[in-house]
């Protein structure tokens, strides 16, 4: 008899579903950082490049890059996506009455 395997429906947001603090504002610094990454191999720049651009060392870059995110706020990952040529929007609206509280949501 094969074994069963019991399947848990995410909620959408991986560091909720695994009881992380703060969720949406890591799963945005998540997707920023993504934007980040995806604009640096796009550009095919370095990471001493990426250094002197975004007016970092080259050790934090590579922390960017592999997702080390815990030393970069969404207001430094923001800024480093203007650095790199990127307009940022913030958009504030009302939250749906069905939620206890507002939410944070990157779209790129």
Do not use: W, Y
Request: hydrophobic share 40%; charged share 25%.
């Amino acid at each position: 008899m094969a074994k069963q395997t019991r399947v848990t429906k995410s909620s959408g947001n991986v560091f909720r579903d695994l009881g992380l603090e703060n969720p949406e504002e890591l799963l945005a610094k998540a997707q920023l950082a993504s934007t980040i990454n995806d604009i640096i191999e796009e550009k095919g720049l370095t990471q001493q490049d990426t250094a002197a651009l975004l007016g970092i060392s080259r050790p934090r870059v590579s922390r960017l890059r592999r997702g080390h995110l815990d030393e970069f706020s969404l207001d430094c990952l923001m800024g480093f996506l203007t650095l790199l040529g990127r307009d940022v929007k913030l958009v504030v609206t009302r939250k749906p009455r069905n939620r206890p509280t507002g939410s944070i949501q990157v779209a790129v």
